[in-house]
């Protein structure tokens, strides 16, 4: 069984960058997408962007894209979040997750890392 580990949250300042870290225990397939969402206090779950383990093909959110890079080592089993250009907005538990296809929904990813808190401070 997979399991999936964050870290690289912390508190930035506006404008300011952070790289988030996705490590997993177990193989990955190339046939996976590997996806990280964020949750900020009394808001639904929200998709920020995914990655197809294989072809790397990636996918973002409107609000980040040209701000937040997605990307994978796969000799590392590891994700990452690259995030520049922080907005307050951004703050959130930023989470990873697997699917075995790609989806912009939380219910499609069946495994959760706990996540790593971004503070973001105006």
């Known amino acids: 069984q997979v399991q999936l580990v964050e870290s690289g949250g912390g508190l930035v300042q506006a404008g300011g960058s952070l790289r988030l870290s996705c490590a997993a225990s177990g193989r990955l397939f190339s046939s996976h997408v590997m996806g990280w969402f964020r949750q900020a206090p009394g808001k639904a779950r929200e998709f920020v962007s995914a990655i197809r383990w294989g072809s790397g093909r990636t996918y973002y959110l409107d609000s980040v894209k040209g701000r937040f890079t997605i990307s994978r080592d796969q000799a590392k089993n590891t994700l990452y979040l690259q995030m520049e250009n922080l907005k307050p907005e951004d703050a959130a538990l930023y989470s990873c997750?697997?699917?075995?296809?790609?989806?912009?929904?939380?219910?499609?990813?069946?495994?959760w890392g706990p996540g790593t808190q971004v503070t973001v401070s105006s």
């Open positions: 997750a697997r699917a075995s296809s790609y989806d912009t929904s939380p219910t499609a990813y069946y495994i």
